[in-house]
T-cell receptor, first 112, second 115 residues
Framework: DAKTTQPTSMDCAEGRAANLPCNHSTISGNEYVYWYRQIHSQGPQYIIHGLKNNETNEMASLIITEDRKSSTLILPHATLRDTAVYYCIVRVKPGNTGKLIFGQGTTLQVKP | GAVVSQHPSRVICKSGTSVKIECRSLDFQATTMFWYRQFPKKSLMLMATSNEGSKATYEQGVEKDKFLINHASLTLSTLTVTSAHPEDSSFYIC???????????FGEGSRLTVL
């Protein structure tokens, strides 16, 4: 079973920030939080990952709570092309070949 | 960035035939690859872990004789759907773990339609 829970769906206005929450209350000390997204009929696309510090890249920011039991993915200026299913996953890395178990994800609909 | 290529991207076959899907890591080596299937509006379901040079590890409920996996080299894993039935129609996605960095990359998926 997936170790994360996410809301089923969210809407966001184009140009506004999209904040996608994820609960991972049973995360282990050596597990990272990964975010992927899947646009219809494509393979999942890597977005960002982190262990305990907040992370930012060209796509998004990841905010992890101090107790690491939850996190939030932030798309600072959502566009229509950000409409996708977003998956939050916990995984041990690097060098680990542990399988990636997907939950149901959050369907983000960016509206004009 | 690292690329994982799947081929074919789309395939249509008749019931009873076998279909092979390839998953290649193009610029890194992968001793481990994963195969998923995805039904419409559903999440990805892990089918099996493909290990280079050894037998694949199948998830509970996945028929190993139905879904044959071969990982003969550090850059190629294949999934063969044997004696395909219409209910095998699905989106099949592979992912590969870079043996040097531990990072995981996904292919673009292969859509199988069994008539």
């Amino acid at each position: 079973d997936a170790k994360t829970t996410q809301p089923t769906s969210m809407d966001c206005a184009e140009g506004r920030a999209a904040n996608l929450p994820c609960n991972h209350s049973t995360i282990s000390g050596n597990e990272y939080v990964y975010w992927y997204r899947q646009i219809h009929s494509q393979g999942p696309q890597y977005i960002i990952h982190g262990l305990k510090n907040n992370e930012t890249n060209e796509m998004a920011s990841l905010i992890i709570t101090e107790d690491r039991k939850s996190s939030t993915l932030i798309l600072p200026h959502a566009t229509l092309r950000d409409t996708a299913v977003y998956y939050c996953i916990v995984r041990v890395k690097p060098g680990n070949t542990g399988k990636l178990i997907f939950g149901q994800g959050t369907t983000l609909q960016v509206k004009p | 960035g690292a690329v994982v290529s799947q081929h074919p991207s789309r395939v249509i076959c008749k019931s009873g035939t076998s279909v092979k899907i390839e998953c290649r890591s193009l610029d890194f080596q992968a001793t481990t690859m994963f195969w998923y299937r995805q039904f419409p509006k559903k999440s990805l379901m892990l089918m099996a872990t493909s290990n280079e040079g050894s037998k694949a590890t199948y998830e509970q409920g996945v028929e190993k004789d139905k879904f044959l996996i071969n990982h003969a080299s550090l850059t190629l894993s294949t999934l063969t759907v044997t004696s395909a039935h219409p209910e095998d129609s699905s989106f099949y996605i592979c992912s590969a773990v870079d043996v040097m960095t531990g990072e995981l990359f996904f292919g673009e998926g292969s859509r199988l339609t069994v008539l």
